[in-house]
């Protein structure tokens, strides 16, 4: 009679761990369950957020570049990894690219701006015969033909019109000077650009009633 009590306890023992087994392992089935759901839940929530910004980024033009990169940078580490949020971030990026062109290009425009507005006010403070000589010099040593017409059409400001006449003296015999053929000053300021050199310096000029140059007379080097 012992002996059937003791397998009794024995196997109601044995069947209470198998249901406690049980029980806990669909505990910890409902909680990874819901574990699961919470986290898609938060995914979704996330995902749902990050299309929201990235769409009023879209539309924000008070923002920085910078502050949007930033936004961008945060949102990529998220790793949300859905379709939507990687569209509009490649939008988002493509806007951002071609405001940074834009806002590059501008500031080389206004650093050239300001460069020339420099040179300007240096050029005025320079006297009339020294800025052409300087002019004749930068021409003829040009690195290359865009810098010489640019120099050249800065240079034409300073003469009354591209015709203005250049007299070349060659020589000087008994008191009488005598000339080459002549020229006007865009024709002679022309060909110091293809010679790159000058057999020629500045002798005197006049001007006209505005100040502008009327006539030049050079002399060879020579």
Known sequence: ???YLVYLLLALVSLGGTSACKSKKKAAEKAA????AKAAAELKQK???AKTELQALLNDDSKSIEDKEAAIA?????NLNDPEVNALIEQLEGKLAVAKTERAKKMEEERLAREAEEERKRAEATPLNQRL???FDRIA???NREEANRL??????LFASPKVPVLRIIGVFNGQKDYDRPTDIEQYLNYLKDQKKSQY???TFKTDASGKVSELELITNK
């Open 33 to 36: 369950q819901e574990a699961a």
């Open 201 to 203: 310096k500045l002798q």
């Open 133 to 135: 000589i300087n002019f």
């Open 74 to 78: 945060r949102i990529k580490g998220q």
């Open 141 to 143: 040593s040009a690195p």
């Open 47 to 49: 995902r749902e957020r």
């Open 152 to 157: 050249i059409e800065q240079a034409m400001q």
């Open 1 to 3: 009679m012992r002996k």
